[in-house]
């Protein structure tokens, strides 16, 4: 997910530069291609990755967990909405028993009117980088750190998890690659959009 501010700060870029695009996200891929190159991720990086999180490639594994969606929007600012999301998850954490009626009271997501429930989900279910967090955590219970998706910010619960079997890394390759090149420009953008920040200082009022 790219944060707001960062996107209109990427799109303001391109149109300065001229660049053209039938919409938003063209612009982006326009000004991708000619400011922010992107090797492609290596064998080795991929196998690296693939051996550091087993637990991330096995087929019919199963996970049963709720979770409180803060949705972006363009109402509210994404400090704001961080901010919140960050207070919900610290009331999650000292009293899990109260999850489903923070999920009722503060989720964006139509399964706050269950608690949160998304009931048992698999790795086609959900958006990659939920997958990846409620995959990767050990045990159960309320994770730790909010998840940032596409969608927006997560407090997410795990409730039971059923183990699956293990994917050779030949099946599991492209699935790496993709998911390393999303994360690579997605870095790569903010960085890029970080630089484009006016500089501040006792020379560099606000």
Do not use: K
Not at 25 to 51: G, I
Not at 80 to 100: D, K, T
């Amino acid at each position: 997910m790219l944060a707001r501010d960062i996107h209109d700060r990427l799109l303001a870029r391109a149109r300065a530069l001229g660049l053209q695009g039938d919409g938003d996200e063209q612009l982006l891929d326009a000004l991708l291609d000619r400011e922010v190159p992107l090797p492609p991720p290596t064998e080795a990086d991929c196998r690296r990755y693939f051996d550091q999180h087993p637990q991330l490639f096995r087929s019919g594994e199963l996970v049963e967990a709720d979770h409180i969606l803060f949705a972006v929007t363009d109402r509210g600012p994404p400090a704001a909405l961080r901010q919140r999301a960050q207070q919900v998850l610290e009331q999650a954490l000292a009293a899990p028993e109260r999850f489903a009626e923070l999920a009722r009271e503060f989720s964006n997501c139509p399964s706050a009117q269950a608690g949160g429930s998304l009931g048992q989900i698999a790795r086609r279910d959900v958006v990659p980088e939920f997958w990846q967090a409620v995959a990767t955590f050990a045990g159960g219970g309320v994770l730790p750190g909010l998840v940032e998706s596409r969608y927006g910010l997560h407090v997410v619960r795990v409730r039971r998890r059923i183990e699956g079997r293990s994917v050779p890394y030949e099946q599991a390759r492209p699935r790496i690659a993709a998911w390393l090149e999303e994360r690579n420009l997605r870095q790569a953008l903010r960085e890029y959009a970080l630089d484009l920040m006016p500089e501040t200082g006792p020379d560099h009022p606000h």
